[in-house]
């Protein structure tokens, strides 16, 4: 797959795309991220990207002529039938999650827009963007660090990006975990600051752990995300045994409230 990213300032990319665990997925281009800057579009001896918005007010708005022209040659590098999807990363979008990361994961890819300044003119979202995306509510200065977040979730889906074959699938949301939390992890010593590791962990019994960390992602779940608790019981992801476990929270006064 491949991601065309427009950026202003491509060299916040370099570091991110050399380290981590998702370093090899661009490397050998299975997730192939290409950097394109709408400055090297731009006319004029200042290169000019962006320009004071009509009306007034505060802030710079991103002018749709380099930003077409980029997209242009975006196009014609990719050279496809039908034009690939042009993301732009907005607070007005729905908020990023792992349903819209699975399906752009198992895609061809897309254009990765990144705003700066007070946005990008209007006119050029109504012409090209075909989808707006949003890491949350609050306001960042770019769309740098949404891209990166969309780009490090899609490469960590590609089958043998994760060293463990399959280890995303015990990952929070994951379908694999019935959209649930994942569980608390513990490593060594076995005993730190008086705290010890929950007996199930160290029991070795293969079942047992199993179990265990079921319920505590069950009742994490019913603690911090009881609609993704919902979700689950609704698309028929809760087991006999899983809801037992819930009536016993429920009874404790643990469960999540209806
Ligand atoms: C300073 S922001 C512009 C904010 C805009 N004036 C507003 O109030 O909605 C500059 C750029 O950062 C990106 N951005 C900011 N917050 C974001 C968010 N929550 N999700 C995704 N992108 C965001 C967008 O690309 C945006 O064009």
Redesign the pocket.
Known sequence: MRFDVITLFPELFEPFLKVGVTRRAYETRLVDVRLWNPRDFAEGNYRRVDDRPFGGGP?MV?LPEPLERCLMAIRADRAEAEAAPLL??????PRLDHPAVAQWSAGPGAVL????????DQRFIDRYVTHQ???????????EV?AMALLDAVARLQPGVLGDEGSHQQDSFNPALDGLLDCPHYTRPEVWREAAVPAALMSGHHAQIQVWRRQQSLALTAQERPELLHQARAAGRLSPSDEAFLDGLAAKGQGPQP
């Open positions: 802030g991103m732009l990363f907005s607070p007005i979008g827009l990144c705003g700066r300044y007070e946005g990008v995306i949003s890491l949350g509510d609050f306001v960042l200065s770019g769309g949404p």
